[in-house]
């Protein structure tokens, strides 16, 4: 054989021994996830299924797709080109220790409470189990390192499209804590916001302790949202199912806080303006099975805050004529205190505005804007329903949300109110009387029918100043509901028992507080005659 030929016979030989060696080792990757499979199914706890796997390095295997299942087909993970150590496969059975883990597009499902587990049936200590399960799932895989990118963590919700999707999380856990870097960071939940909630970047240090009955996200951990810094503590007892949590925001420079709002959350402060510095501390205690099952704290600090300039909500324009658009109607309405139409406080009973405060917040001449004894009722009851049944929102934020926001029961809306109000209260822009009387004028009283004097015609055919305390009572009674009336009567037309309840439970507040006199207290009921309202409108002219 001439040299030439030695070569190529060389050549090709090497080919075939490479191509053999790779053809080896795919078959080899292909039993080892054969076996990783029917080890996962033997135990009847997991199922995993994969597509296309390859090998990506000495050591490292790349999939196309991966996915793994509880037995209750209950999705745990799934992953689009996923890229990971060896050792790492054998980690999802064998809860071994990994070197690294590295997703590319993962998909992770937080992994629901059982049955008869501890918490269960109760909303607040149903979730915090979830947590704790799914950091107990990667305990035994700790001291942990994890680089994500292009991930969506799935979340918990009707309408099953909640997610969290991230450019890139950079994270490194251990047994009492860890730390983590996520940039575009994007949340889409139908609780939180109408839009997703963007967070250019997120950068935390936290420190976790407990046991088997307690978990404890310890005083001292962070979180740095932008410029800002929010310090979360919380403790919480699984066995006495005892939940304290709360929050410290160190005081910081506003305008260091309004660049770190994230986008889709707060856009009534575009524009707004101010100088000094900020801080506040808030915290909740929830027992459900005490006599006392929810109770809220908290206080605001600052040095040398000053509003420069409103943006979008700005309380300058309701000094004089405006604009606003109404719940419930496609037509904006034009507020103007010299028209006719608008009605004054003083030409209104007392007993009117003594009963709508009584019916929506009955703090109003005390507090600044915020009243944390109603929001603690707030959260009891929605906590109670598992809904947003109530707000605990005082006039003023009332107020703000008809004429700035929207009615949406959404947490972004919820805060966003509670910061307005507060800056409102600050600037002192409006007076207290001035904040009721504009209410009065500008709230929903029933379907297209807003203000006092649209109110006062329909369901009685007569001005606002000549209404009878029965009628006020009823007019304070339906804000909250504008079709309430529909439970003041029953078929036959005759008061039902709430309503029987309500009017003598106002009357006698009303008494109490000198605005009526006991006569007049034994003749409050339910009127007779709602003109605007068909079934009870007989006798109207």
């Not at 996915?67 to 087909?73: R, T, V, W, Y």
């Not at 719940?327 to 003594?354: G, T």
């Not at 004429?403 to 809306?413: E, Y």
């Not at 009823?474 to 036959?492: K, S, V």
Request: net charge negative; aromatic share 10%; hydrophobic share 40%.
């Amino acid at each position: 054989m001439n040299r030439r030929g030695i070569i190529l016979f060389f050549l090709a030989g090497t080919v075939l021994t490479v191509s053999g060696w790779f053809a080896f080792r795919n078959l080899l990757l292909e039993h080892k996830l054969n076996s990783l499979a029917l080890r996962l199914q033997e135990e009847r706890t997991w199922v995993l299924t994969w597509e296309e796997a390859s090998w990506a390095g000495i050591n490292t295997v790349k999939i196309k797709m991966i996915e793994i299942k509880a037995g209750n087909d209950t999705q745990i993970f799934l992953s689009h080109n996923f890229i990971a150590k060896l050792s790492v496969l054998s980690l999802l059975v064998a809860k071994a220790k990994p070197e690294e883990i590295h997703w590319d597009s993962a998909d992770i499902s937080i992994p629901r409470g059982e049955e008869g587990e501890a918490g269960n049936g109760d909303p607040i200590f149903d979730f915090a189990l979830r947590i704790r399960r799914l950091l107990e799932k990667w305990e035994a895989r700790l001291p942990l390192r994890l680089d994500l990118y292009a991930t969506t963590i799935l979340l918990p919700g009707e309408s099953g499209t909640n997610n969290i999707v991230m450019d890139s999380l950079f994270a490194n856990a251990k047994g009492s804590g860890g730390n983590f870097t996520a940039h575009g960071l994007c949340i889409k939940h139908s609780a939180i916001a109408d839009s997703v909630v963007v967070f250019p970047l997120i950068e935390s240090e936290y420190v976790l302790s407990g046991d088997g009955e307690k978990t404890i996200l310890e005083k001292g951990s962070f979180v740095k949202i932008g410029q800002w810094i929010w310090e979360p503590h919380a403790d919480v007892d699984f066995e006495n199912k005892i939940l304290e949590a709360g929050i410290r925001f160190p005081e910081t420079e506003v305008r260091k806080i309004l660049a770190s709002f994230p986008a889709g959350t707060m856009e009534s402060f575009s524009g707004f303006a101010a100088e000094g510095k900020w801080g506040g501390e808030y915290a909740i205690r929830y027992a459900p099975e005490s006599d006392h099952p929810v109770t809220l704290t908290g206080k605001t600090s600052g040095s040398n805050f000053s509003i420069l300039k409103f943006g979008r909500a700005n309380p300058g324009y309701l000094l004089h004529d405006f604009a606003y658009n109404p719940i419930h109607s496609n037509k904006p309405r034009i507020v103007n205190p010299d028209s006719p139409e608008f009605v004054h406080l003083a030409e209104l009973p007392v007993v009117l505005q003594e009963a709508v405060l009584l019916s929506e917040d009955a703090g109003f001449r005390e507090h600044d804007g915020l009243n944390f004894e109603a929001m603690e009722f707030a959260a009891r009851e929605n906590i109670r329903e598992r809904s947003f049944v109530r707000g605990g929102s005082t006039i003023e934020m009332q107020l703000i949300r008809n004429l700035f926001l929207n009615h949406r029961k959404k947490i972004s809306r919820k805060i966003e109110e509670i910061a307005l109000t507060w800056c409102f209260g600050k600037a002192k822009v409006l007076t207290k009387d001035e904040v009721l009387e504009l209410y009065l004028n500008i709230i929903e009283w029933g379907p297209g029918i807003y203000g006092i004097r649209e109110a006062s015609e329909f369901y009685f055919q007569k001005a606002p100043g000549v209404l009878n305390p029965s009628e006020c009572i009823f007019l304070a009674g339906i804000i909250p509901n504008p079709l309430m009336y529909n439970t003041f009567r029953d078929e036959a037309g005759l008061p039902t028992e709430f309503a029987e309840s309500y009017f003598a439970g106002m009357a006698l507040q009303l008494y109490l507080q000198g605005d009526i006199d006991e006569k007049t207290m034994d003749e409050i009921a339910m009127p007779q005659v709602l003109c605007g309202v068909p079934k009870f409108s007989a006798e109207c002219g």
